[in-house]
């Protein structure tokens, strides 16, 4: 058996201060770092949009952000910008450990698709690579922590299920945007996937 942590999404547009911040994002840094120690590998992943990108909320005429439009892949929340390649929001906080990172997945770079999952972009179709990844170095069993847990945390671990990986997600290690009761969906929708929830 082969383990790893896979950290989504702590940079710095999604802590306090940053552009989506997601309450309390920042606390869990410290307890990530800890957890590093208990894998064989670490993974990191890397929201990272180009300027204009579709999911933006000022991309859309007369929209605003955590309004909900229909793209040709299906429904999509707009945000405000974040996370904008090369900016310091889409840096990673500057507390994590980034040097027990084997693997920094960057995601949501095509400009017309955005992407909450660290395997798969919201069409549920396009691949980002990850999952080949863990199959050739042989990483059988994973374990997600980081933000926010409703979207990208939530997505990835369905898909990781749905891939056949055991996956845990980390409760306590996790922090939630929580729009409109998208956090208690988010935990049914993991639990049916068969996703195990600790903490
Ligand atoms: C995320 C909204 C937009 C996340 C990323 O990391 O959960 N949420 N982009
Ligand atoms: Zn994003």
């Known amino acids: 058996m082969t383990n790893a942590l896979i950290v989504i999404d702590v940079q710095n547009d999604f802590c306090p201060g940053g552009a989506l911040a997601v309450p309390q994002g920042d606390a869990i840094v410290s307890g990530i770092n800890e957890r590093m120690a208990d894998f064989d590998t670490v993974i990191l992943t890397q929201d990272w949009h180009p300027s204009g990108h579709s999911s933006f909320a000022t991309s859309h005429k007369d929209k605003a952000p955590y309004e909900l439009v229909t793209m040709p892949y299906g429904p999509q929340v707009l945000w405000p910008d974040h996370c904008v390649q ?7 906080h500057e507390v994590l450990d980034t040097a027990r990172a084997d693997m920094i997945i960057r995601k949501g770079f095509n400009p017309a698709i955005d992407s909450y999952s660290a395997f798969f972009e919201n069409d549920q179709t396009t691949p980002t690579g990850l999952e080949g990844y863990l199959r050739t170095r042989g990483i059988t069993d994973l374990t997600l922590v980081g933000l926010a847990t409703d979207f990208c945390v939530n997505f990835s671990a369905q898909d990781a299920a749905k891939l056949g990986f055991p996956i845990t997600v980390d409760l306590g ?4 945007i929580d729009l409109d009761g998208s956090l208690e969906a988010a935990l049914d929708g993991m639990k049916n996937a068969g996703v195990v929830l600790k903490g």
């Open 86 to 92: 090369g900016g310091t929001g889409a840096e990673f």
């Open 173 to 176: 290690l996790c922090r939630a």
